[in-house]
T-cell receptor, first 110, second 115 residues
């Protein structure tokens, strides 16, 4: 079992829909990152969380440390939101190595 | 924040050749990370490049195959040596401001195809 599990693996939605991507992990963490990977391969950091909730524009990220779960929400989705969204954790044990989820491929249809 | 310039953005290479990927950061950083992302897979850490010392390689990656240079606090290179089709991947460099728990920045990736 991977330390980081994301769901769904693929998600297709109509423009304007509310999107939720989930990330569950199995170890104690010091931080969790949400990343966005564009079709060309470049990656942009969206959020870094250690507790609670963060909002940036139409994006909202939440984390529940007790349940070892985080969600990324996109409101009023737009075709330009189409990308792969990756959850990555830094465990609070050992060498603080980043562990990545396998990503959620989001496609927003106009 | 940090801006990372990575090149080449993509290349098509012949089996048995080597290719060097460059990563330039617009600020001084202690650690730079090199990742591989094979088709359909998530990112895997190859090594951590530290200025002034040998890179630290992860299990399954060796210096002979992926030599890394880190001549100063803003620049690093990764060479993929003696390439085979299995090396076809996206290679990314990354930095974290502060500690590993700090904000992450990635290069735009180098998409290599080995024929």
């Amino acid at each position: 079992k991977n330390e980081v599990e994301q769901s769904p693996q693929n998600l297709t939605a109509q423009e304007g829909e509310f999107i939720t991507i989930n990330c569950s992990y199995s170890v104690g963490i010091s931080a969790l990152h949400w990343l966005q990977q564009h079709p060309g391969g470049g990656i942009v950091s969206l959020f870094m969380l250690s507790s609670g909730k963060k909002k940036h524009g139409r994006l909202i990220a939440t984390i529940n440390i007790q349940e070892k779960h985080s969600s990324l929400h996109i409101t009023a989705s737009h075709p330009r939101d189409s990308a792969v969204y990756i959850c990555a954790i830094i465990s609070n044990f050992g060498n603080e190595k980043l562990t990545f989820g396998t990503g959620t491929r989001l496609t927003i249809i106009p | 924040s940090a801006v990372i310039s990575q090149k080449p953005s993509r290349d098509i290479c012949q089996r048995g050749t080597s290719l060097t990927i460059q990563c330039q950061v617009d600020s001084q950083v202690t650690m730079m990370f090199w990742y591989r992302q094979q088709p359909g897979q998530s990112l895997t850490l190859i090594a951590t490049a530290n200025q002034g010392s040998e890179a630290t390689y992860e299990s399954g990656f060796v210096i002979d195959k992926f030599p890394i240079s880190r001549p100063n606090l803003t620049f690093s290179t990764l060479t993929v040596s003696n390439m085979s089709p299995e090396d076809s991947s996206i290679y990314l460099c990354s930095v974290a401001l502060g500690t590993r728990s700090g904000e992450l920045f990635f290069g735009e990736g180098s998409r290599l195809t080995v024929l």
